[in-house]
């Protein structure tokens, strides 16, 4: 079975430096990698996925993510974070469309 | 832009109570998924559907809940009993299905259930 390890469960950050929100995931076989963002009382949005090709993939609001296999992580980066950046962020493995998530990280944006 | 549907977005329940919930995939996907979020946590998979059928539903608490996708197209979710630990947001998703794999699942906006 395959799981998600998210280290931090919040992550104060200043408006504008930058951000990493950790994610390991431990499985047996091949998986497919997201990143979901999810404001307060709403649903998860998809922020950016890893299928294949390119172990560095980017979403259209700046965030990016670089697989690595031989430390099998999937961390999100952010160069320069906004107030609007604030919300929680989960991480999640998909294998035969089962789709696990971690525990989530909790991203504050301090003005 | 299609969008899963969910409803009610706020439940309130007395213990002992029957609750249900539910939700409207994306036209033409064939996966649907139920996820029970505890405030704080990640969502935790309840039952997994490919068109009608239940291909996972081993975290189900099979004496208290039960799921149904009778045309494989909406879906319910219900609780009887209701007890307090259910208190939660309860998500829907869907998926354009089996055999895409890789594809990701598209979320409802959630019921928040408190049961009091």
């Known amino acids: 079975a395959q799981s998600v390890t998210q280290l931090d469960s919040q992550v104060p950050v200043f408006e504008e430096a930058p951000v990493e929100l950790r994610c390991n995931y431990s499985?047996?076989?091949?998986?497919?990698l997201f990143w979901y963002v999810q404001y307060p009382n709403q649903g998860l949005q998809l922020l950016l996925k890893?299928?294949?090709?390119?172990?560095l993939v980017k979403s259209i609001n700046g965030f990016e993510a670089e697989f690595n296999k031989s430390q099998t992580s999937f961390h999100l980066r952010k160069p320069s974070v906004h107030i609007s950046d604030t919300a929680e962020y989960f991480c999640?493995?998909?294998?035969?469309?089962?789709?696990?998530f971690g525990t989530g990280t909790r991203l504050t944006i301090i003005p | 832009e299609a969008e899963v549907a969910q409803s009610p977005r706020y439940k309130i329940t007395e213990k002992s109570q029957a609750v249900a919930f539910w939700c409207d995939p994306i036209?033409?996907?064939?996966?649907l998924y139920w996820y029970r979020q505890i405030l704080g946590q990640g969502p935790e998979l309840l039952v997994q559907?490919?068109?009608?059928?239940?291909?996972?539903d081993s975290q189900l608490p099979k004496d208290r809940f039960s799921a149904e996708r009778l045309k494989g197209v909406d879906s319910t979710l219900k609780i009887q009993p209701a007890e307090l630990g259910d208190s939660a947001m309860y998500l829907c998703?869907?998926?354009?299905?089996?055999?895409?794999?890789?594809?990701?699942?598209?979320f409802g906006q959630g019921t928040r259930l408190t049961v009091v």
């Open positions: 998703a869907s998926s354009p299905g089996w055999g895409r794999a890789g594809t990701e699942a598209f």
């Open positions: 499985s047996s076989v091949s998986v497919y």
């Open positions: 890893y299928l294949s090709g390119s172990t």
């Open positions: 036209s033409g996907h064939a996966t």
């Open positions: 999640a493995v998909s294998v035969e469309e089962k789709l696990t």
């Open positions: 559907f490919q068109d009608e059928s239940v291909v996972d």
